[in-house]
């Protein structure tokens, strides 16, 4: 699977999948989009880093994906 969603399969997901759930941003059904994720961190607005990297951190421990950026981590540390 590529780490593109169509409009419609985007639509189709649960709120739990996102990232950022109540923006349905970050999409992350599977192993390829928390990498993607992962590459697309820096695009987050800054209030919201924390959040969306504690989520990509979850949603790789359950596809058994490594997060290796630096940013992500420090922000997943966060309070």
Same mark, same amino acid.
């Given at each position: 699977? @590529?780490?593109?969603? @169509?409009?419609?399969?985007? *639509? &189709?997901?649960?709120? =739990? ?5 109540? +923006? +349905? ?6 192993? #390829?989009?928390? +990498?993607?994720? &992962?590459?697309?961190? +820096?695009?987050?607005? *800054? &209030? $919201? ?5 504690? #989520? ?11 997060? *290796? =950026?630096?940013?992500? $981590? @420090?922000?997943?540390? *966060?309070?």
């Amino acid at each position: 699977m @590529s780490d593109r969603i @169509s409009y419609k399969e985007k *639509e &189709e997901l649960p709120d =739990s999948v996102f990232g950022l759930p109540e +923006r +349905r941003e970050y999409p992350m059904p599977d192993a #390829a989009h928390v +990498r993607a994720a &992962e590459a697309y961190f +820096r695009y987050c607005p *800054e &209030e $919201l880093k924390p959040k969306l990297a504690k #989520a990509i951190l979850k949603r790789a421990k359950q596809f058994g994906v490594d997060i *290796e =950026s630096p940013t992500v $981590l @420090s922000y997943a540390s *966060e309070a």
